[in-house]
């Protein structure tokens, strides 16, 4: 069985490069096949070798250029294009016979999860494949608590979107003090105090997003991960197959 691992996050938050490294670290630590699937068809510059290129297909600079488009109104045109194709790149897929695929996802959120690519693409994808979101949380978003809860919030928006498990992830975990946010997400007392020590209007809102989401969800184990020295590889890997053999406890 193929294991999909989907990356998920914003511009910037540094996707690619963990797609690249933690391929890497699968294959020289765990002696498993690793295949790398880039789909952001804007993604001019890549720093890992895709062994699925979307832009071998589809390019948003080509899109612009015939059909006369903005960049957002090329990358929506790309995705209905790679729609289309999805049967054809899905045989790809499983051509490969590998134990894991590690798939890339554009940056552009609103264009990819809010439109029908997203979701035909899980479709398709849970029907050949077993598949996991790791939605990747820029450490650089989360100094504040408020953004913390925004965050947290924003993970179960894209379950609920695209009706899988999401896993969350604080990359460039180099570049802030992961034990504080640890904390806060181990004791939400002292991520309310925390948060009303903030100032500005959004306090009150993320005091009663948070609120509701206490009372449904429980706060989650969040893994911290950097490119530096493969940070928190060895805990990603474990949770994505606890995820897949159903053995472990994700909460």
Not at 53 to 61: G, K, P
Not at 125 to 138: A, H, K, M, T, Y
Not at 155 to 162: G, V
């Amino acid at each position: 069985m193929t294991f999909i691992v989907l990356f998920i996050g914003s511009a910037g938050a540094g996707k690619s490069s963990l797609v690249e490294n933690f391929g890497k670290w699968i294959k020289n630590k765990r002696r498993e096949s690793v295949k790398l699937v880039n789909l952001d068809p804007g993604a001019v510059v890549l720093p890992y070798k895709p062994d699925f290129n979307i832009r071998d297909f589809i390019t948003v600079e080509q899109i612009m250029v015939e059909e006369n488009l903005g960049p957002n109104g090329a990358i929506i045109k790309a995705n209905e294009k790679v729609i289309e194709n999805l049967d054809e790149y899905i045989k790809k897929f499983k051509d490969f016979r590998s134990e894991y695929i590690l798939i890339d996802t554009p940056g552009q959120l609103e264009l990819f999860i809010f439109k029908d690519i997203a979701l035909k693409l899980l479709d398709r994808l849970s029907q050949e494949f077993r598949v996991i979101g790791i939605n990747v949380i820029d450490s650089n978003l989360t100094k504040k608590s408020s953004e913390l809860v925004i965050a947290y919030l924003f993970s179960h928006i894209l379950s609920f979107r695209l009706g899988i498990e999401i896993s969350n992830i604080l990359h460039k975990s180099d570049l802030v003090s992961h034990s504080k946010i640890k904390r806060l997400l181990n004791n939400p007392t002292d991520l309310i105090n925390d948060l009303k020590n903030e100032k500005g209007t959004i306090v009150d809102l993320t005091l009663l997003i948070l609120k509701h989401l206490l009372d449904l969800y429980p706060l989650s184990r969040l893994i911290s991960t950097s490119i530096y020295g493969n940070i928190g590889f060895a805990e990603l890997y474990d949770l994505i197959n606890e995820h897949f053999c159903s053995c472990g406890d994700l909460s």
